[in-house]
């Protein structure tokens, strides 16, 4: 059975940082890419950030570009977005998604965790 449960959110100030964490299990983490995604109430689910099944590449949306981060360790079947300087519009439900590296679409899906920024 394929679980990835996210965890780290939470509330912040405008300004502050958050770390949010992904740990899978059930599938091969380090064959498949790895991404997160958020939404926002009343929006459509948005990309955040990418990032290959080794790490070598890894790509963002422009609005978090420069301020979040994303990276995996195999080792631990983790996948993690340190975020700074959050802005209240980063409020979201954030999630990570798993797509294998054959495919285009994301196949599993965490339940999310709260971010919540404060102006």
């Known amino acids: 059975q394929v679980q990835q449960v996210e965890s780290g959110g939470g509330l912040v100030q405008a300004g502050g940082s958050l770390r949010l964490s992904c740990a899978a299990s059930?599938?091969?983490?380090?064959?498949?890419?790895m991404a997160w995604f958020r939404q926002a109430p009343g929006k459509e689910r948005e990309f955040v950030a990418r990032?290959?099944?080794?790490?070598?590449?890894?790509a963002y949306t422009d609005s978090v570009r420069g301020r979040f981060t994303i990276r995996r360790d195999n080792a631990k079947n983790t996948v993690y977005l340190q975020m700074n300087s959050l802005k209240p519009e980063d409020t979201a439900v954030y999630y990570c998604?798993?797509?294998?590296?054959?495919?285009?679409?994301?196949?599993?899906w965490g339940q999310g965790t709260q971010v919540t920024v404060s102006s």
């Open positions: 998604a798993a797509r294998q590296v054959t495919t285009s679409d994301y196949k599993y």
């Open positions: 059930g599938h091969t983490f380090s064959t498949y890419a």
């Open positions: 990032i290959t099944w080794s790490g070598g590449n890894t």
